[in-house]
């Protein structure tokens, strides 16, 4: 059974930077079919995509936050770390992570249960 | 960037009735979009892939058709478990990858 969960502060002031956890199970990071996803879902609001990252090392990101992302995996853990630099109030959002099918297959499943972030001093 | 677009906001039917959801790509997609489920406090469920394509575990009631530029996702006799937030998804042109606005499917 694939699963993932994501890790982190609930918490975090402006201008701070967000680390985020994702740690997987049932499928490996070294796997050359599959990669790891982080998505956002700000309270009411549609989904919207930040990154990913597949065994090759091959990174993604979104255009509008690309100069704030960054994405890593450490495979022997099995986890995928986002970092969000500069963070602002309208950061707030639930955090997800899924896994990524690599090649022209690029949907979400499953997800992680995700994490909510808020920004406030 | 492709925007998607999804209509109505939100659509209110009867249980045993049949659901259609609409979503529209700003520019040709192929069949490269995914829908997805999500209920309230939870994470989004993948429904279909490949404009037409059921995961696994799917009920048959749920079908997606389209290519192109419009796509629809139906909903053949709603339970009152398919009463949540849809959103359908492209990933022919990234990045990003972009989801659309989400129709709300609620009881009427």
Known sequence: QVTLKESGPVLVKPTETLTL???VSGFSLSNARMGVSWIRQPPGKALEWLAHI????????????????????????????LTMTNMDPVDTATYYCARIR???YKWFDPWGQGTLVTVSS | ??????????LSVSPGERATLSCRASQSVSSNLA????????A?????????????????RFSGSGSGTEFTLTISILQSEDFAVY?????????????????KVEIK
């Open chain 1, 54 to 81: 597949f065994s090759n090392d091959e990174k993604s990101y979104s255009t509008s936050l690309k100069s704030r992302l960054t994405i890593s995996k450490d495979t022997s853990k099995s986890q995928v770390v």
């Open chain 1, 21 to 23: 956890t994702c740690t």
């Open chain 2, 1 to 10: 960037e492709i925007v998607m677009t999804q209509s109505p906001a939100t």
């Open chain 2, 35 to 42: 829908w997805y489920q999500q209920k309230p406090g939870q």
């Open chain 2, 87 to 103: 959103y359908c998804q492209q990933y022919n042109n990234w990045p990003p990858l972009t989801f659309g606005g989400g129709t």
């Open chain 1, 102 to 104: 690599g090649g022209s």
């Open chain 2, 44 to 60: 989004p469920r993948l429904l279909i892939y490949g404009a037409s394509i059921r995961a696994t575990g799917i009920p048959a």
